[in-house]
Nanobody, 115 residues
Framework: QVQLVESGGGLVQAGGSLRLSCAAS????????MGWFRQAPGKEREFVAG?????SYADSVKGRFTISRDNAKNTVYLQMDALKPEDTAVYYC???????????WGRGTQVTVSS
């Protein structure tokens, strides 16, 4: 059983930056594949970034977002730079044993980018 809590969302102007954090419970954090997803109003949830030892990104955020993890702190981060209005969404942290199968989800944190 893993519990995930996101934080760091908020309102930012286009071109600005935010860093999201995901704090995870449990003693096996380093074994999990972690991911960030987002869901914008009227759209389906989409993959943003993932990490275990290597990283992967959606094409829409490559070069702007960076995912990282601090296993000692049981925390995953998403550094978001050069934000665009289309990045506006609820961002969710997820964990699992596979890059394609996520078993645990946080409740989400709102990111709003104004133009």
């Amino acid at each position: 059983q893993v519990q995930l809590v996101e934080s760091g969302g908020g309102l930012v102007q286009a071109g600005g930056s935010l860093r999201l954090s995901c704090a995870a419970s449990g003693r096996s954090f380093s074994n999990y594949y972690m991911g960030w997803f987002r869901q914008a109003p009227g759209k389906e949830r989409e993959f943003v970034a993932g990490i275990r030892w290597s990283t992967s990104y959606a094409d829409s955020v490559k070069g702007r977002f960076t995912i990282s993890r601090d296993n000692a702190k049981n925390t995953v981060y998403l550094q978001m730079d050069a934000l665009k209005p289309e990045d506006t969404a609820v961002y969710y942290c997820a964990a699992g044993f596979s890059a394609t199968m996520y078993n645990y989800w946080g409740r989400g944190t709102q990111v709003t980018v104004s133009s």
